[in-house]
């Protein structure tokens, strides 16, 4: 009975994957909605059964994606179908919310790049540098454009979109981690809920507010800062793509440390939840907000700011 249970089980899971794959491939505006809950079937699968059990899951998923959908449904499916594997199977054996979210993120992040060096080796698709090089093809248009009407293009602009286009390469990288802490926190929002209306045990995350980064974290930043400053690193080398894409993570981090600050202080003070809900999406639209949020983190990071408003 616990056999035919699971089977009957995995053939439902199988068969709404199925439905939100086409969903996803077919109808462009809704199918980015649905998109988001591709890894809950796994993440289902996968809390209520073994490793072996999700594997034979994951099999079929993709073998059933060929068949319905096309050849590139199956990227789709391990990505999202690996990730939703590895967050079940952590959910299953009790780790915390916090865990499940890092290696669900790490597991996004692994099949991103494998992805993206299969399309480049194999199938010569670097869609990232046809990007890149088709936005390079419109900032010359549109100076060739200004040529034309007889007005002179800034070259002062022209170099700062320039550099901007260069930065944007080189954080490649980073923007993939990124995209990968963003997208499995997107999954956890959308899928958790209805996980747990299943019957299935998950932890809870702690509060914002409390979350401090190791303070090791801090002398690494300045470590790599001082490193930006008085190394010269050619433009495009290996040294030079690490720096710059460990200092954008490092003062993400820093942003995310002076984020939850303005969490704590409010709620010691005894605020409205309003505010910080406010000042954090101001922050992403007024970048000079940004760089105080960040020094702000970077103080309570160093300087123990939270010790000192509770003395």
Do not use: C
């Amino acid at each position: 009975m616990k056999n035919v249970h699971k089977l009957t089980e995995g053939a439902i899971l199988l068969a709404a994957y199925t439905i939100m794959l086409l969903i996803t491939i077919y109808v462009p505006i809704l199918g980015a909605v649905v998109n988001l809950f591709l890894s809950l079937p796994f993440i289902m699968f996968a809390a209520k059964h073994n490793r072996q059990s999700s594997i034979v899951f994951m099999v079929a998923a993709t073998l059933l994606s060929l068949i319905v959908g096309t050849f590139f449904a199956i990227p789709l499916t391990l990505a999202y179908g690996l990730t939703g594997i590895v967050m079940g199977d952590f959910v299953r054996n009790q780790k915390g919310r916090a865990a499940v979210f890092l290696a669900g993120s790490i597991t996004f992040l692994l099949n991103l790049v494998i992805q993206y060096a299969v399309a480049v080796a194999f199938f010569k698709m670097d869609f990232i540098q046809q990007s890149i090089d088709l936005v390079r093809e419109s900032v010359d248009q549109s100076m060739g454009m200004l040529e034309m009407l007889g007005q002179e293009p800034n070259t002062v602009l022209l170099e700062q979109l320039n550099a901007g286009i260069d930065l944007l390469q080189s954080l490649i990288p980073s923007i993939f981690v990124v995209i990968s802490l963003a997208t499995v926190f997107l999954i956890q929002l959308v899928s958790f809920p209805i996980v747990k209306r299943f019957g299935v045990k998950i932890g809870e995350w702690s509060s914002f507010r409390d979350l401090t980064l190791p303070k090791s974290l801090l002398y690494y930043f300045i470590f790599a800062l001082l490193a930006s400053f008085f190394i010269q690193t050619e433009n495009g080398g290996y040294f030079h793509l690490a720096l710059t894409n460990i200092l954008f993570v490092l003062q993400l981090l820093m942003v995310v440390q002076g984020l939850s600050f303005i969490w704590y202080f409010n709620h010691s003070r005894g605020w409205s939840k309003a505010l910080p809900i406010i000042i954090t999406v101001m922050v992403f639209v007024m970048p000079f907000l940004l760089y105080i949020v960040w020094i702000l983190g970077i103080i309570d990071l160093g300087f123990d700011l939270r010790k000192r408003l509770l003395k």
